[in-house]
């Protein structure tokens, strides 16, 4: 919204869009169920970017590759984050990406995280004893001390979601979309951020748009020639500018997060429990962690296609995977789709298996057998 009101003069503007946004039927697959207000519970106060990192492995469905995680990492007070694609949660590959941080942006002073083996172990341990910051770990079934990157993992699979369905790609094409994820969380305004994009507040560079196509705010429009000055004395007061134009970024965000905890507080309504040290109580959870795919998973309600018949066979040599070329129930000959084997023989393996048999290609009853095993 800010980046749209931001380019063009619009009456209710503000209107406007939350009414598309409203009426988005993407958003309604994507969005998944209400957010549950966390426990208001003991959580990491910084005042400082790059003071307090947080980290989490989030599983996906398998890419055409060996990738189906990502490691993500959080700035916990300008938000800024990544994602890195990866084949299994190791220590190996989350030392990597903390040495990939570090040669950036310097040694984060503590990093938070779960108690999973792939972060609590001696190989981080010595990591942390070499760049000399420490290691912080959630107790168990606390979720919401390192809560600001579960937020960002859900993020994560509502904007894959949306640009699977609106580019129409297969759930395993997911690794090529997440440079432009990162890129859509790192360079969104945020008005829990002061109306500031993390990369803004975090490196200091103006944040870009898709809307930049059409006009950039930021850009000077006239053929002139700038003259810059590269003196020394010039470049020393424009760092100091800098960074105080940063602290002073900094120090309205912390405000803002602690108005806006305060005044949440002070509206949130509750019963107080009634047990104490020693009590038998009987506990019930709710595991937020969704089965199978979760790309699949609210994406694909109301999406679903029936297999009418299959027209042809190929096999994908940039893939390495036999594909068939499906007609649609509904559908027109046009709008015919090549599908993996492989998912294929998961969902519909009768129609599969008949198609197979009729089939004169050995390739093809070869890799059906290799599934049937």
Request: net charge negative.
């Amino acid at each position: 919204m800010l980046n749209a009101m931001s380019r063009f003069a619009l009456d209710d503007a503000t209107g406007i869009i939350k009414r598309f946004v409203r009426t988005c039927l993407l958003c309604k697959h994507v969005k998944g169920p209400h957010v549950i207000q966390r426990p208001w519970g003991p959580t990491l106060k910084c005042s400082r970017r790059n003071d307090d990192l947080h980290w989490d492995f989030l599983s996906l469905t398998p890419s055409h590759g060996d990738l189906r995680y990502v490691l993500v990492l959080k700035d916990d007070l300008t938000h800024f984050c990544e994602l890195v694609a990866c084949s299994s949660p190791t220590a190996f590959v989350a030392a990597e990406a903390i040495m990939d941080w570090y040669k950036r942006f310097g040694s984060p002073e503590t990093r938070q995280s779960d108690c999973g083996t792939h972060f609590r172990n001696s190989v981080l341990n010595l990591l942390s004893s070499r760049l000399k910051s420490k290691q912080d770990f959630t107790p168990p079934y606390s979720p919401w001390v390192n809560g600001t990157v579960e937020r960002v993992n859900r993020d994560v699979l509502q904007v894959l979601r949306v640009l699977l369905m609106e580019f129409q790609l297969d759930t395993k094409e997911w690794p090529y979309l997440l440079p432009v994820v990162q890129a859509n969380l790192n360079h969104t305004e945020l008005p829990s951020l002061g109306d500031k994009a993390p990369v803004e507040l975090f490196t200091g560079l103006s944040p870009t748009s898709a809307l930049d196509v059409i006009w950039n705010p930021h850009r000077s429009h006239d053929d002139e020639p700038i003259a810059v000055d590269l003196s020394k004395p010039t470049i020393v007061k424009r760092l100091d500018e800098l960074r105080r134009s940063l602290q002073e970024m900094h120090k309205e965000v912390a405000d803002i997060r602690e108005r806006r905890r305060l005044q949440q507080m002070a509206a949130k309504k509750g019963a107080p429990y009634n047990f104490s040290g020693g009590d038998f109580v009987l506990w019930s959870r709710v595991d937020a962690r969704l089965p199978g795919n979760k790309l699949m998973h609210v994406s694909n309600q109301g999406l679903l296609l029936n297999v009418e018949r299959f027209c042809g066979a190929r096999y994908n040599d940039e893939l390495s995977r036999w594909e068939l070329e499906v007609s649609w129930q509904g559908l027109e000959d046009a709008e015919n789709s090549y599908e993996g084997l492989e998912e294929l023989f998961n969902d519909v393996p009768a129609k599969v298996a008949e198609y197979v048999a009729e089939s004169s290609s050995d390739g093809l009853r070869t890799a059906v057998a290799a599934l049937q095993e």
